[in-house]
């Protein structure tokens, strides 16, 4: 393996949602990520003037490749950092992408003998509802989770929700808020030690950012 370039940092962005947010995050704290990254299918992009490289990742596998430390940092929800659980260090909390974690189901939702939740967060849910002292059986799925209540899949759901067009669309209602959600910046545990003072500096310029939009 080639050994580790210590003046580049890389970065796990996660493709989707939480992109366009992120991208202009570091763009307001003075990190001009190049307009046309924003529509790019490459999936590493080297910025050699701003001494960083970025890694497109599925959002899921963000803290994957941070805990390998294949990237130093990444930008990931913190509903993905509560159910993938990685051995990384979460350095800031970068309030954008604002959505909560709910439980969802059909308004005429009774207790039923033999629940069954669907989600996409399997872990979440199971914990939610062990520390609730309820049992059920909870069923991954990997998307359009709000399909299981509609057409007898499961009774309840376990999903993020953002503005709520979904819920409303599809005649549920959000029972419980499990937690809410921003996205975070996570470190590699080694290249936080290795790359401080960088990783530091980018914190910095990130908080700045970060406290003025929230004024
Ligand atoms: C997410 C989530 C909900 C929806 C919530 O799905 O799973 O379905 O967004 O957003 P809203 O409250 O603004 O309607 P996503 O778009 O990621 O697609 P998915 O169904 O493939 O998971």
Redesign the pocket.
Known sequence: MSQPNMNILKVAMPK??IYKQASKLFREAGLPIPSDFDDTRKLVIELPEMDMEFIMAKPVDVPTYVEYGVADIGIVGKDVLMEENKDVFELLDLGIAK?RMSVIGLPDWTPSINPRVAT?YPNVASQYFREQGQQVEVIKL?????LAPLIGLADRIV?????????RENGLVEMETIFGITSRLIANRVSYRMKNAKIQSLCDLLQAAITVKQG
């Open positions: 989707g949602r959505c996409k990997n998307g359009s989770i709000e999903d993020m929700v953002e503005t709520g067009q979904t819920l």
